[in-house]
């Protein structure tokens, strides 16, 4: 039985189909799930707890005199807000389109699958524009620009992993596009020491994200996604999602199971109105059109991790502090 008009009805079974392509998302070179990892809230707008680094690495005299008290500690926290925001698409599923080609392909499940990725495109997109954002963190320039086969990548990395520990963060991941990727695996630095490294590396030639990963001493993220930049009238136009004039050196956080107070460049807020899905799939009817309609939706917020006093104004940046960018390319 259909549902009626405007009587959204769960689909687990579409849920399964989307599950499945964000398992899948990071083959197809999406990596914002990994840069800013969902924390899973109870409300849809709240306060979140921030330990500044002064609290953070005070030193404690924790020996206790014979007969005495342990010291106590009193650190003094700081707050963030955070609210998130729907974000979703919705598809009209024809019920003559469906009867003529139903037998054909599973019409509903690819067009999950569609609503999906273009969840997945915008989110890339919404993280993409915060994370190489000079304005958002602090920023260098490469010695040389990196698709100079002879630039110093590891100086550069170095250099900002330095920048970075001077702050009280380690850092545990590179982030590059797919063009500047390109560009580190022909640099001949780079070459020479995975062939030292990788003797079998020789042999084929190819330079790998592992092998890059060994060098640099850092895990290494791919942005590959790509978005149409042409008009909706004009013939495609493809182009990185994530831009060529920047890398990142970050802290990221391990995954949705890590604490809020552990610093990090970002986190996605996901609330979902209590749901413990990452991403709802439901369908209503709309007789009018003799259609049903397939929505995927989330409400979420990719965040940057900051305290603030009364009046707005920031106090401590955490997320600013847990990335340095690198300016690899030049216009």
């Known amino acids: 039985m259909k549902p009626t008009d405007n009587s959204p009805t769960p ?76 974000n979703g698409l919705e598809y009209p599923v024809d019920d003559r ?118 060098y640099l001493d850092v895990n290494l993220a791919v942005a590959g996604a790509l978005q149409n930049t042409a008009k909706k009238s004009k013939a495609a136009a493809l182009a990185n999602i994530w831009s060529s004039d920047f890398a990142m050196l970050a802290c990221v956080a391990e995954g949705p199971d890590t604490d809020v107070l552990a610093p990090c460049i970002g986190r996605t807020f996901c609330w979902n109105e209590g749901a413990s899905e990452d991403v709802i799939v439901e369908e209503y009817r709309e007789n009018s059109s003799r259609a049903s309609i397939l929505r995927v939706r989330h409400d979420s917020s990719e965040h940057l991790l900051c305290s603030r006093d009364d009046d707005g104004n920031p106090i401590s940046p955490i997320s600013k502090h847990c990335g340095e960018l690198i300016r690899v390319r030049t216009a």
């Open 97 to 214: 389109f469906s009867s003529m080609y139903g037998g054909l392909f599973n019409y509903e499940s690819s067009i999950s699958t569609l609503l999906m990725d273009k969840i997945l495109r915008a989110r890339e997109a919404r993280v993409a524009a915060k994370v190489f954002n000079s304005r958002n963190y602090a920023h260098t320039d490469a010695a040389k620009v990196w698709t100079d086969t002879t630039a110093d990548l590891k100086a550069d990395v170095d250099a900002r992993r330095e920048a970075l520990r001077s702050r009280g963060i380690d850092a545990n991941l590179l982030i590059v596009n797919w063009a500047n990727f390109q560009a580190m695996c022909k640099n001949a630095k780079v070459i020479e020491a995975v062939r030292d490294i990788f003797p079998d590396a020789a042999k084929s030639g190819t330079v790998s994200i592992k092998h890059l990963e060994t």
């Open 11 to 86: 689909r687990p079974d579409l849920g399964l189909v989307v599950t499945e392509v964000r398992s899948n998302a990071p083959t197809q070179g999406f990596i914002a799930d990994r840069v800013f990892p969902y924390f899973h809230v109870s409300a849809q707008s709240a306060d979140y707890p921030v330990l500044p680094a002064k609290a953070a690495f005070n030193v404690h005299d924790t020996q206790r005199a014979s007969g005495g008290n342990y010291q106590r500690v009193s650190e003094e926290f700081e707050f963030g807000h955070y609210k998130t925001n729907e």
